[in-house]
């Protein structure tokens, strides 16, 4: 099965990491993303997008409903990660510091 994710999202993405420093495009798990120092910091995941932030902030995140735990499968979360599943694609302008702390989270531990 292909991996699926929403189309829509990328032009925004785009928009929103590419000018970030130390931001390069790039694939993970056959999923566009987002790279630092080769490393994912932002993705795509079906419906949504995940940021790695490190576990204090993801939990932080999750507690006050800003994300979601991200459980890619039933059983096995990524306790550094977060999802977050905007109804439209403009919505994800709303998380640039989400996307900004993900890139620095992978910065500063890589």
């Not at 993970?28 to 997008?49: I, N, Q, S, T």
């Not at 990524?78 to 403009?90: H, R, S």
Request: avoid cysteine; charged fraction near 20%; glycine fraction near 10%.
């Amino acid at each position: 099965m292909a991996n699926k994710y929403n189309e829509a999202f990328v032009p925004v993405m785009n928009d929103l990491m590419l000018g970030m420093e130390h931001v390069e495009a790039g694939k993970m798990f056959g999923l566009p993303g987002y790279m630092v120092k080769g490393k994912l910091a932002v993705g795509f995941y079906k419906e949504g997008v995940i940021a790695k932030v490190g576990q204090e902030k993801a939990q932080a995140l999750i507690a006050s409903g800003s994300a979601q735990v991200y459980e890619p499968q039933a059983g096995r979360v990524w306790k550094d990660w977060v999802l977050v599943t905007p109804a439209k694609p403009e919505a994800l302008r709303t998380h640039v510091d989400l996307f900004k702390a993900a890139v620095g989270y992978v910065f500063d531990t890589n």
